[in-house]
């Protein structure tokens, strides 16, 4: 069992920046790959960013390509999401999520854990 709680989320102007943290309970975190994912109003909950277990090999959707980066800690057991260049339409609630096997990162339905999602807003 994995626990998963996401922080970090707020409120910011466009171009600005914001640092989502997603700390995991338990001593297998390490052997988790790790995903965000968001959902803005209205829409489907999308995959944003993922990162392996060991390799640390990362996967992200192509809008956010050179504006996000996902790293995570294993001694600390937390995964980081690092926003910049905020656009008003990444305004959603963020989730983290674990997935035990790893071999479809983009896909939520490969998730075994999730957050109880963090919000941010970015205002134009």
């Known amino acids: 069992q994995v626990q998963l709680v996401e922080s970090g989320g707020g409120l910011v102007q466009a171009g600005g920046s914001l640092r989502l943290s997603c700390a995991a309970s338990?001593?297998?975190?390490?052997?988790?790959?790790m995903g965000w994912f968001r959902q803005a109003p209205g829409k489907e909950r999308e995959f944003v960013a993922a990162i392996k277990r060991n390799s640390g090999t990362t996967y992200y959707t192509d809008s956010v390509k050179g504006r996000f980066t996902i790293s995570r800690d294993n001694a600390k057991n937390t995964v980081y999401l690092q926003m910049n260049s905020l656009r008003p339409e990444d305004t959603a609630v963020y989730y983290c999520?674990?997935?035990?096997?790893?071999?479809?990162?983009?896909?939520?339905?490969?998730?075994?854990?999730w957050g109880q999602g963090t919000q941010v807003t970015v205002s134009s």
């Open positions: 338990g001593r297998t975190f390490s052997t988790y790959a």
């Open positions: 999520a674990a997935d035990q096997d790893g071999l479809r990162v983009r896909v939520s339905s490969s998730y075994d854990y």
